[in-house]
Nanobody
Framework: QVQLVESGGGLVQPGGSLRLSCAAS????????MGWYRQTPGKQRELVAAIRSGGDNHYADSVKGRFTISRGNAKNTVYLQMNSLKPEDTAVYYC???????????????WGQGTQVTVSS
């Protein structure tokens, strides 16, 4: 079973920084892309940033210039460097991966369990 495990969330003051990490493990043949989403109570999950295997990055307008997404050398990991954090960035952040399974041969999305980011003074 493919699993995504996130880490790095926490409480930070406005203007501060956090770095989220996500590692994928299990029967993975390849990962086409990875990304970060976030969700607050009563709202739909929204895309924050995504990166494709070709290196093409996409960011939500609200985080452009403040957040940076990157893949690890092993390509099974993805990071989200968050700078100049604002209270409105408070949310549960979820890691997502578009995985071609080595066991089933099927391609599907997988999700992490989520990590809480709270921006507050």
């Amino acid at each position: 079973q493919v699993q995504l495990v996130e880490s790095g969330g926490g409480l930070v003051q406005p203007g501060g920084s956090l770095r989220l990490s996500c590692a994928a493990s299990g029967p993975i043949f390849s990962i086409n892309g990875m990304g970060w989403y976030r969700q607050t109570p009563g709202k739909q999950r929204e895309l924050v940033a995504a990166i494709r295997s070709g290196g093409d990055n996409h960011y939500a307008d609200s985080v452009k210039g403040r957040f940076t997404i990157s893949r690890g050398n092993a390509k099974n990991t993805v990071y989200l460097q968050m700078n100049s954090l604002k209270p409105e960035d408070t949310a549960v952040y979820y890691c997502n991966a578009d995985v071609l399974s080595a066991s089933s041969g099927y391609r599907r999305d997988y999700w992490g369990q989520g990590t809480q980011v709270t921006v507050s003074s």
